[in-house]
Antibody, heavy 125, light 106 residues
């Protein structure tokens, strides 16, 4: 089984809402936070946001007004919605497991140890 | 938000040592992480908490830090190491990636 299996519509028109879901088949769903990351064609990685099992979220300030990340603990799934898409939102979207916490010396850590395979989303009229 | 700066490209011959840097004003206060991405694949975690290596990552990959710069070192580079490498750091509620460095094995 693929550890993180993601799916969603791959072709959108401008102004529509992007919707992706990631199903988790690895480890304890409730013990982790979960994140979405995207990568425009030929460009680098951009963190979109995260959610923990209780539904607490953090979003990239540049996308915050358009993004909603939600969780369904009964299905071990989390989802991304990005509204009012434009061509600039064309990218490969990845879901990922977050490892986060604080060391005994109070240093904060936050990184991604398991990634989905990615979903290509194209926005075009 | 803040920025992490990486060189666009680094080239080395097989067997040599590759060093990929990542600079950012917040790095003295934050851990850095490194990911390897090959064409058509998702990123793969190579280094976490500045210099720790996940199980399964070859020992030739190591991380170090000095002030506002962190470095990924690949000793004895192999052809299979050709990829784009991204650094990443985070503070509570925010996460940033560097622009990526294309490692070419000559």
């Amino acid at each position: 089984q693929v550890p993180l299996q993601q799916w969603g519509a791959g072709l959108l028109k401008p102004s529509e809402t992007l919707s992706l879901t990631c199903a988790v088949y690895i480890g304890s769903f409730s013990g982790y936070s979960w994140s979405w990351i995207r990568q425009p064609p030929g460009k680098g990685l951009e963190w979109i946001g995260e959610i923990n099992h209780s539904g607490s979220t953090n979003y990239n300030p540049s996308l915050k007004s358009r993004v909603t990340i939600s969780v369904d603990t009964s299905k071990n799934q989390f989802s991304l919605k990005l509204k009012s898409v434009t061509a600039a939102d064309t990218a490969v979207y990845y879901c990922a497991r977050v490892i986060t916490g604080t060391t005994w010396l109070a240093y904060y850590y936050y990184y991604f140890d398991v990634w989905g395979k990615g979903t290509t989303v194209t926005v075009s009229s | 938000s803040y920025e992490l700066t990486q060189p666009p490209s680094v080239s080395v011959s097989p067997g040599q040592t590759a060093r990929i840097t990542c600079s950012g004003d917040t790095l003295p206060k934050q851990y850095a992480y490194w990911y390897q991405q090959k064409p058509g694949q998702a990123p793969l975690l190579m280094i976490y908490k500045d210099n720790e290596r996940p199980s399964g990552v070859p020992e030739r990959f190591s991380g170090s830090t000095s002030g506002t710069t962190v470095t990924l070192t690949i000793s004895g580079v192999q052809a299979e190491d050709e990829a784009v490498y991204y650094c990443q750091s985070a503070d509570r509620g925010d996460c940033v990636f560097g622009g990526g460095t294309k490692l070419t094995v000559l």
